[in-house]
């Protein structure tokens, strides 16, 4: 039988510390080339944005209510786009606000104030006088600002949502991928046989990979200084 290379044995702490580490670095890796295969794992979450843009929008471009140009499917591809390029969650909802508001028309107030909960017929004459640029009302001032409020709050839910799903699955799938890989390199290094014990510390470190990767060289200086001191009081 083929012995391993090296064993836990031979290494001293922070050498572990660093190559479970360095197996999570290599996992996030793998990951985030997925985005490059349509988008991969950053699709996780845009059903959240489209949910909530889709109440707002209506979803035929060629149906009533949208005579805007910006439909729901030209929203939903620039917003899509967004996403997937990584731009700040802040930005993005200012964009996806802006888009939504652009498309306030008279053919659809009544479907957006239904959205957000406000006035249909005073959102209907906010829309007539945005298209004219006459000046609007107190109250339609203030059937208005609810709107931008209900708006935006839905939209940071929204996103809110969206990013703590594709984060959580990111995270979930790095997990899977450094335990496959961990026992993958176990198995070639035990000359292609695994026990029960190898098995379980393979899987003990693909699970331990993907959260100590961000910290590992830290965790690892400070297992050596911690060494260093505790020869030295032995001294």
């Known amino acids: 039988m083929i012995q391993p290379a090296f064993t836990a044995s031979k290494l001293d702490l922070s050498q572990i510390v660093l190559a479970i580490g360095a197996l999570g670095t290599a996992a996030y890796g793998v990951v985030d080339v997925s985005k490059s295969l349509g988008g991969g794992i950053s699709n996780r979450g845009l059903g959240d944005i489209k949910k909530v843009i889709s109440k707002f929008l209506p979803g035929d471009p060629s149906a009533k209510g949208s005579a805007s140009a910006l439909a729901l499917p030209s929203v939903l591809s620039t917003?899509?786009?967004?996403?997937?390029?990584g731009m700040a969650l802040g930005d993005q909802k200012s964009i996806a606000k802006a888009l939504?508001?652009?498309?306030l028309t008279r053919s659809n107030a009544t479907v957006m104030a239904m959205a957000a909960g406000v006035d249909e017929t005073v959102l209907t004459r906010v829309a007539e006088k945005i298209a004219t640029g006459a000046p609007l009302t107190p109250a339609e001032t203030d059937v208005y600002g609810r709107f931008d409020l209900v708006l935006t709050a839905q939209l940071d839910e929204g996103y809110q949502r969206g990013d703590q799903r594709y984060r959580n699955s990111a995270k979930l799938l790095a997990v899977a991928i450094a335990v496959l890989l961990a026992l993958l390199g176990t198995w070639s290094m035990a000359g292609c046989k695994l026990n029960s014990g190898d098995i379980l510390r393979a899987v003990l470190g693909g699970l331990l990979a993907t959260p100590l990767a961000p910290v590992a060289k830290d965790l690892a200086?400070?297992?050596?200084?911690?060494?260093k001191v505790?020869?030295?009081l032995k001294g």
């Open 79 to 85: 917003l899509r786009a967004n996403w997937l390029n």
């Open 100 to 103: 939504i508001k652009l498309n």
């Open 221 to 227: 200086s400070a297992i050596q200084a911690g060494a």
């Open 230 to 232: 505790a020869q030295s």
